[in-house]
């Protein structure tokens, strides 16, 4: 495994590192926010809206207002999160277009869920950077496709947003970090057929 792509790859190798640490400490915020979200939820909806009390009000309206805190916390970990793995994604590709001058040459390496990692790099890295571009044009067939083998994990949303976090998901990135080595290691093969 030798090459400029290869190289990139090796020098980076702390910032895919610590990119996917940023991803993995944001999400445990996030999923921390989000058990606190559900348990006011399911307090406000045990209480309902009829025959509150007077005194009981304003600490009703206070969980309201932590709530919506909540919500909007959660949107912009999302945010975060989606930037962070993003740029994972960007350095993934970056290695692939260095190493192979494009996808066309580059193996397809593993399969997952019926994708080719290499596609999933590509195409996820694209829409990521992209993705408020939906909104004029379709998405491409590799996300229609993914949204309809995976409506979950792919779902069609408006406003469009970043699904770069779920595809290092589809990956096992997220589960598995030395999956990452893997892929890189397999995408920089020289004289791999894409057919």
Request: hydrophobic residues 40%; charged residues 25%; aromatic residues 6%.
């Amino acid at each position: 495994m030798d090459g400029a792509g290869s190289d990139f790859v090796a020098k980076v190798q702390s910032v895919i590192w610590n990119s996917l640490s940023s991803i993995l400490e944001l999400q445990g915020q996030r999923d921390k926010i989000n058990e606190h979200r559900v348990e006011l939820q399911a307090t406000l909806d045990a209480i309902g809206t009829s025959n509150i009390p007077q005194h009981m009000i304003e600490g009703i309206e206070r969980s309201r207002f932590k709530l919506s805190a909540n919500e909007r916390s959660i949107e912009i970990y999302d945010i975060a999160i989606n930037i962070a793995a993003g740029s994972l994604l960007q350095l993934a590709r970056q290695a692939i277009s260095m190493q192979h001058k494009g996808r066309a040459r580059c193996p397809r390496g593993r399969r997952v869920s019926g994708f080719d990692v290499r596609d999933l790099i590509w195409y996820g890295r694209n829409q990521s950077m992209h993705y408020e571009q939906e909104l004029e044009k379709p998405t491409g067939p590799f996300f229609k496709k993914l949204e309809k083998d995976l409506p979950v994990q792919f779902p069609r949303r408006v406003p469009a947003a970043s699904h770069a976090k779920a595809i290092l998901d589809l990956l096992g990135w997220t589960s598995c970090p030395s999956l990452i080595e893997q892929d890189m290691h397999d995408l920089m093969q020289h004289g791999a057929s894409a057919l």
